[in-house]
């Protein structure tokens, strides 16, 4: 992760596309050699969800104008998905997605209607983003990066934490223990970076994913927040899910763990949704909100997951991702 000064940022140098893809894919290797022998390698899909806009070195090679051997077809938004699909020998379609900080749950809702066109019989389908000096110069220039660790929903919260990662999931029309039953997306068309002040996007976001998996706001046991510990998507993201269920819910942003982790955002916090509905979380622990425990008077008040809380029914989790350009999504996954 990174946080701090601008002017004293430090990059993970030992970090790159490359490793980050392969220790995320290795979990789903079996999975994938499976599904090929099923169906072929040219039926299962790649889809990927990124920011992704090169490497640290891009400004000083372009600076230069020196062109290497390959480097700018590395340096792609499509290097990613290129890249997951040569190393799991798949020769379906590839396709990138790119929604800014949704990207990833974009990927997921594609999946969806990939397999119920019947395009493909399976999709490796995630998200896979770096910190590199273009990504940090950019959030930095928007004033949204905390000198701390980021502190979503607290009065005290100075904005994001960049974090790098990836995740991964291997989606078929086949049975399995956790499914997407439900998709959501709208678009603010609002502002290039702000989110509509009174949440409605993502109201709508939220309300069709329930209504794509055939339930109530009462049925969702769950809510991961995209909840980033900026001032403008902490205060809408609390006003739609406060509309949305007003009932209440238990709600988390896992960012506390990870940073924000851009264009793979939708997959990781997808993956902590599938983990919380896992058969080995057998005393329903809930993904908890690290932050100081000090509530924003001016927000409406969610129910926020202290470390160690169980959930006394844990079958339906509701992710959110919310985007610049106002690209929303929320995903709906249960437990079969």
């Known amino acids: ?13 030992n970090s790159n596309i490359e490793s980050i893809a392969g220790k995320a894919l290795d979990a789903i290797v079996p999975s994938v050699e499976n599904a090929k022998g099923k ?14 806009n090169g490497s640290n070195e891009l400004i000083e090679i372009l600076h230069s104008a020196s062109k290497k051997d390959g480097f700018f077809a590395s340096q792609t938004v499509s290097y990613p998905a290129r890249l997951v699909a040569k190393r799991l020998g798949l020769d379906g379609i590839v396709r990138t997605y790119s929604t800014a900080c949704a990207s990833s749950a974009t990927a997921m809702v594609a999946a969806k209607n990939l397999l119920r066109n019947g395009e493909c019989d399976a999709a490796v389908v995630g998200g896979i983003d770096i910190i590199t000096r273009t ?38 029309r086949e049975d399995a223990s956790v499914k997407i039953t439900g998709t959501g997306e709208s678009a603010d068309a609002n502002h290039i970076t702000a989110p509509r002040e009174d949440g409605l996007g993502a109201i709508k976001a939220m309300r069709a994913a ?27 993201e609390s006003i739609a899910v406060q509309t949305v269920f007003p009932g209440g819910v238990p709600v988390s942003s896992t960012k506390g763990f990870t940073g924000h982790t851009l264009g793979a955002a939708g997959a990781v916090e997808l993956a902590f949704c599938c983990m919380a509905l896992s058969s080995q979380n057998t005393e329903n622990f809930l993904p908890p909100h690290i932050w100081d425990g000090v509530p924003d008077p001016g927000l409406p008040a969610l129910d926020f997951v202290e470390v160690g809380r169980k959930a006394k029914k844990l079958k339906r989790c509701l992710s959110n991702s919310f985007a610049f350009g106002g690209c929303n999504v929320s995903l709906v996954v249960e437990k079969s």
Request: hydrophobic share 40%; proline share 3%; with cysteine.
């Open 39 to 52: 169906f072929g390698k040219n039926r299962i899909a790649v889809l990927v969800g990124t920011c992704y």
């Open 135 to 172: 990504i940090s110069l950019g959030f930095s220039a928007l004033e949204a990066v905390s000198p701390e660790p980021c502190i979503p929903f607290s009065a005290n919260r100075k904005g994001i934490t960049l974090g790098e990662g990836a995740a991964f999931f291997l989606i078929s």
């Open 1 to 13: 992760m990174l946080s701090g000064d601008r002017s004293k940022a430090v990059y993970n140098t």
């Open 210 to 236: 329930l209504n794509s998996a055939g339930c109530n706001a009462e049925d969702i046991d769950y809510v991961n927040l995209h909840g980033t510990g900026t001032a403008l998507n902490d205060s809408m």
